[in-house]
């Protein structure tokens, strides 16, 4: 049997309980399929600045590097928000992403068929949808230099950062982007902002130049202004989208909300070589922690992506993903899904356990 | 009567046909009203590159400025995409707007009761959303240096952009945000990123400066990628949001999709001094582009806004916005807002002009 050591990151807010659950239900998935998970818990965000002072500890960036696989929940809250910069969760999250090397960032924005009705979104509109985001995750300008606060000309305080972007960064990216869309509906829609920016415009000539390795995929570009207006005027456009780290945060955000199932959202996080990064697309929540009102689904589908591209278990990744089915066909929903006729299960992680078989 | 001068800047694709009838219908309703208006159209954009090699000519920015406001259709075309930076339609645009230090954008968000149905959101989610997007214009990455392409230390080709404010280019957006949020609801929502960004923290610490100069506003902070989503979650939490250029750029286009009226919404951007520039929302649609198909009424409300904030016409605004009520009370409708039971008026821009009485 095979066996891999899991780095568990829980993290804020309603971190802890949603990867709480997920463990159980890897552990439950793995065994089934004769793969042996051995778990470790790590520091990270303000669970981590509040314990040792700083928001990713060495520790937990050499456990993360020599595991397998990393399963991460969420990570900030107001109790940190006006921190500074190296004193912030989310500087934690930015130094694992660029200590693992994880430069491409996957986020699945699709409608599942029972919950069509949660979006806000006419049904016609989103049903049916399915969207691959493909976002850079390790450059652009969350971590472009050089960026800081200091004085102009005038004699004013200034706040300033750089979009910069290289030929080999956005080459990797874009071919991951490609292989994503060719095993999916082969359409990739390639979303900058070239008509302003000198990064945009290197971004779009290499991602035109890699289309040749890929005559099959079909590719497209479009101002990232119009791309966050036909995410709502027409998402059943969109098949797969590479776009750079800052309007990658906005549309998969955008896109999730448009599926109205962003607690279900899950998402993968990969480098050339080396453990993947999985976490829910939603945010630490820190209104509802500690009330059990938090979907764990989003972080259960997480470990799904872990098993099926961090770990290659795909028969156990395929349990999980039917375990999640039948739990929403049997009705059960938390408050974020809840509509009339479903079931409120507020004990809803003890039932996603159940139906693992 | 008082007498001002207009500049017309019809641009490309759509501009030249909805700037004619705006021009028309602002003719009318300023003559009702004792204000004489004199046009002056110039190059701008592609048509001045066909014309002039340049997008924006120094004639045009002249006239521009010597003149009481301006009325701009769109600028912009697959024609002129892959040209040089320098050669691009959007270089015109953005040099007229620096050229004539309007950095207020104010782009409003409203469904209009008669249209709720042209959206693609829930009939109880968009009823009644009143959005005004404040967008820094003049500044941030758009204009931020050093920007451009150069090597880096691996002898690699890069791209670069520069994200900078100064506290005099916040203080005073923030100021204009206020004022407006003020005249609204009473409710400022700042968006940024400042939980990653520097030119964010600045952002956000400089607008909570300000806050202390309007006791009777609420200000609120939210990251960007949540306000993408709580647009679409739910618009009606949303009165007046000032953000940066870029973020203003994709929120306010995603804000009018939303409404489902974007052939119908209009800005204004506005300086310190000196004349106002004023122009749709939408982009120059070369697809449709001489077919008398495009709607005209977001160039009519731009018109109108020109008339109100451009030059203190009040009554001549008016005048202009209920002749537009009173053709969608009618029935007629452009193709783009058409529904069942409405009238498909292609001739729709001579039926705006017999309104206006
Ligand atoms: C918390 C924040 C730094 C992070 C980001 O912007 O990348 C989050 O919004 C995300 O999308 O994972
Ligand atoms: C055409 C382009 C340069 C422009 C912008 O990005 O400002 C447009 O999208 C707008 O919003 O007015």
Redesign the interface.
């Known amino acids: 049997s095979r066996s891999y050591n899991i780095t568990l990151l829980p993290g804020d807010g309603i971190g802890p309980e949603v990867v709480s659950v997920a463990k159980d239900v890897l552990s439950v998935a793995g065994a089934k399929e004769g793969v042996e998970l051995r778990f470790r818990e790590m520091l990270m965000g303000g669970a981590a600045l509040d314990a040792v002072g700083v928001p990713l500890p060495d520790e937990t960036l050499a456990a993360a590097r020599a595991s397998d696989a990393i399963l991460l929940g969420a990570i ?1 809250g107001y109790k940190w ?1 006006s921190n500074e ?1 190296h004193l ?1 969760p ?1 500087t934690g999250l ?1 130094n694992i992403r660029a200590g693992l090397g994880v430069f491409a960032n996957l986020r699945p924005a699709t409608v599942l068929p029972q919950l069509v009705d949660a979006s ?3 049904k016609e ?1 989103v049903e049916g949808v399915d969207i691959m985001v493909v976002r850079e995750l390790t450059g652009g ?2 971590f ?1 230099q050089p ?3 200091g004085t ?1 000309d ?1 004699g ?13 960064e956005i080459d990797r990216i874009a071919r991951v982007a490609f292989e994503v869309a060719r095993k999916r509906g082969g359409k990739l829609c390639s979303v900058d ?1 070239a ?9 779009r000539k290499r991602v035109t130049a890699i289309a040749s390795e890929f005559p099959d995929v079909e590719l497209s570009h479009m101002y ?3 791309a ?2 036909q ?4 998402p059943k456009q969109f098949d797969t989208i590479v776009t750079n780290n ?2 990658g ?3 998969s ?2 896109a ?3 599926t109205g199932s ?1 607690g279900m959202l899950p998402s993968a996080s990969v480098g050339e070589s080396g453990p993947g990064l999985f976490e829910p697309i939603h ?1 630490s929540a820190p209104d509802i922690a500690g009330q059990d009102k938090a979907n764990p689904l989003a972080t259960i589908l997480s470990a799904a992506m872990l098993l099926k591209y961090g770990l290659g278990a795909e028969n156990a990744a395929k349990r999980i993903e039917t375990a999640v089915t039948e739990t929403l066909d049997s009705g059960f929903r938390t408050g974020d899904i809840y509509s009339p006729g479903t079931l409120l299960c507020i004990c809803c992680q003890a039932n996603n356990k159940t139906f693992v078989h």
């Open positions: 900030g928000d910069k912030k989310e930015l806000t979104l006419k509109v300008i969350y472009g960026r800081g606060f102009n005038k004013e305080e200034i706040g300033f950062n750089t979009e910069i972007y290289s030929v080999s902002k008509n302003v920016l000198e990064a945009s415009m290197l971004w990232v202004d119009n966050s207006m995410l709502v005027w027409n800052s309007y945060d906005m549309l955000d955008e999730s909300m448009i962003i945010g």
